[in-house]
């Protein structure tokens, strides 16, 4: 694990990396959030983010994120953007302050059993293949608008948004038109129901300049700031 100074510096970095990009597509820079993600890095990822102001971190496992949660002192927002299997849909109500990877009817009827009877309204995004990457989860673009229907119809669940991984590739254009597909799809939505969907995560390390410029309101990042994940 870096010491925190490093992680400091990375910071700074990033955050610069993000003020260009805003700065090129003319948006403010306070419409876009970072998201530290801290999977596969030790608690101190968490407390790093803490202790720089930062308010949420991104897990993308169920047991990895109640491990951390149990043993943080520091108040954060535990947000999970990695696949969630129905089964373990109940607990991940209980850990998580926001799921960003919902990607079946199944889990989002579950999700809103669980937030239920857990007493909550829990907030989610629905995650969406637009790169059509065969090796990502998430609903496809012409299956949107019924998932979304449904989603709104549960009580228990409030839909902030849509949220993509880009294929993996070379080739930032291939990035960019999963990204401006992502937006596309929520400014249709949110025209056809008649719901805000304000966010819209997309982006990562290797392609969050893209993602800023197609209208990302939140970034995902975890190589930038804490290196390389060690487990
Ligand atoms: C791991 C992960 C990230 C962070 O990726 P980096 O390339 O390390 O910035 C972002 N989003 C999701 C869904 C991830 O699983």
Do not use: G, K, N, T
């Given at each position: 694990m870096i010491d925190y100074s490093s992680f400091e510096k990375n910071l700074s970095a990033v955050r610069a990396r993000i003020v260009r990009a805003c700065e090129c597509s003319g948006r403010?820079?306070?419409?876009v959030t970072l998201l530290p993600v801290t999977k596969n890095h030790p608690l101190a990822a968490v407390e790093y983010a803490v202790r720089s102001g930062m308010c949420a971190v991104g897990e993308n496992r169920v047991q990895e994120a109640a491990d951390k949660r149990g043993s943080c002192e520091a108040r954060v927002q535990w947000e999970l953007i990695g696949h969630l299997q129905s089964n373990k849909a109940q607990n991940a109500v209980a850990i998580f302050?926001?799921?960003?990877?919902?990607?079946s009817l199944k889990l989002l009827r579950r999700l809103d059993r669980f937030a239920e009877e857990q007493g909550k309204s829990l907030a989610i995004m629905l995650q969406c293949n637009t790169g059509e990457d065969p090796n990502k989860h998430g609903f496809k673009v012409a299956e949107a608008d019924s998932v979304l229907e449904v989603a709104l119809g549960l009580e228990h669940l409030r839909v902030d948004g849509l949220m993509t991984i880009a294929p993996?590739?070379?080739?930032l254009e291939v990035a960019r038109v999963a990204f401006e597909r992502l937006r596309m799809l929520r400014d249709a939505l949110s025209e056809r129901f008649d719901?805000?969907?304000?966010?819209?995560s997309m982006g990562m390390t290797g392609d969050l300049e893209v993602a800023i410029a197609a209208g990302s309101t939140q970034i995902r990042v975890g190589t930038a700031l804490y290196g390389e994940r060690e487990y």
């Open positions: 403010p820079l306070d419409s302050d926001r799921i960003q990877s919902v990607d993996l590739s070379e080739d719901v805000a969907l304000p966010e819209l």
